[in-house]
């Protein structure tokens, strides 16, 4: 009679064999990926291709049901390579044509992880990145404690510092007077508006954006960058050119408009998260055994609650407080959760399907 654990080892092996067979098999997918972009970019070509990605995922699908696998299975497998090829194929374009190759550029905040993020896309593209943090350096780059000398030379200057601070550096750099491009990211543009102003009106580079992201993407498929329009066209279109070659979806809007966006798209978001696990938190119930039982809604909550809980809260305090429009999509959430509280508690179901029905008409509206 065989030794069960005899027996579990050699399917473990067996296991560990496929697993193998498994990422050689997506080494070499990404080999020809790579192929494909060399072709893509000789003929010129766009990186993705959607109808080719419905097929991959459509092939996937039904090879996994005949071989008695989750069909969604399939298409979770090929989509995590699908995701990977296009991040793969995407820095390769930026690495090839080079856009930032021979000229310097200066992250001011580069040790943050929004920072950081910038400093490594940049670097894809060529340029020659240094770090300005007085938290400290960053492996493998030229780094500053104090910004103002190297933005005396660099040919592009990125402020990827808290709100209050970039204010400050924004109004020194009206003085300094440096000869490149400066392209502010804050979230909030109101608290940076007259510093933007002060050096348009001095002749100064500037442009100010805002990606729609956070620092642990890699693929721009599918994210957006506002492009804010505080009247300097030609700074504005040098910050858009830094972009023009990945797949994000660029936008263009005034500083008012970015602001009034920004307090429903985060700020309502953010507040709604903090929201939910502010009333877990003082349940008094354990988040684990809540956890156990979690609903296919309650559980996909929960993950999205997770990330926001270990996001930096000063800076999310910024995106909330700063901004002028701030206030309303807080009252508007406050008011929505006495509106579901006033229908349960008064045992009114008509009012409480009215909310959902009305919701239901909102959310299937054809998207602009």
């Known amino acids: 009679m065989t030794d069960p654990q005899e027996a579990l080892a050699r399917l473990r092996a067996e296991l560990d064999a496929i697993d193998g067979e498994l990422v050689d098999m997506a080494a070499r997918r990404q080999g020809i990926v790579a192929e494909i972009g060399r072709l893509k970019r000789r003929h010129r070509q766009p990186t993705r291709d959607y109808t080719r990605e419905r097929e991959v995922r459509e092939l996937a699908r039904a090879r996994a049901a005949r071989q008695g696998l989750d069909p969604d299975l399939g298409e979770r497998l090929v989509g995590a390579m699908i995701e990977a090829s296009l991040t793969s ?121 805002h990606p729609m992201f956070g620092p642990d993407v890699r693929l721009l498929a599918g994210r957006h960058v506002i492009l804010v329009d505080i009247g300097a066209p030609d700074a504005q279109a040098a910050a858009r050119a830094l972009f023009e070659q990945t797949s994000a979806a660029l936008a263009e809007m005034s500083l008012q408009q970015h602001d009034r966006l920004v307090a429903w798209v985060l700020g309502l978001s953010h507040a709604t998260n903090i929201a939910f696990f502010t009333a877990l938190a003082g349940s008094g119930r354990n988040v684990g055994e809540l956890a156990a039982f979690a609903s296919t809604t309650f559980g ?41 509280e006033q229908a349960v508690a008064a045992g009114d179901g008509a009012a409480f399907s009215a909310l959902m029905r009305a919701g239901a008409r909102y959310l299937e509206e054809p998207q602009a």
Request: net charge negative; glycine share 8%; proline share 7%.
């Open 89 to 209: 194929q995407e820095r390769d374009r930026l690495e090839a044509l080079g856009a930032g190759a021979g000229r310097s550029a200066l992250v001011i905040g580069g040790a943050g992880r929004m920072g950081r993020w910038f400093t490594e896309f940049l670097a894809t593209q060529g340029w020659a990145v240094a770090v300005a943090d007085p938290a400290g350096p960053v492996a493998g780059l030229p780094w500053h404690a104090d910004w103002r000398e190297p933005a005396r030379t660099a040919e592009l200057i990125i402020v990827a510092a808290p709100l209050a601070a970039t204010a400050a550096i924004l109004e020194a750099l009206v003085a300094l007077r440096p000869p490149g491009l400066v392209v502010e990211i804050g979230s909030i543009k109101a608290p940076v508006a007259a510093s933007l102003a002060a050096l348009r009106e001095a002749g100064i580079a500037v442009a100010s954006i």
């Open 300 to 340: 996909a909550q929960l993950r999205v609650a997770s990330r926001v809980a270990r996001e930096n809260p000063e800076l999310y305090f910024e995106i909330q407080s700063t901004n002028p429009h701030g206030l309303e999509p807080l009252q508007a959430l406050a008011a929505s959760a006495v509106a579901v």
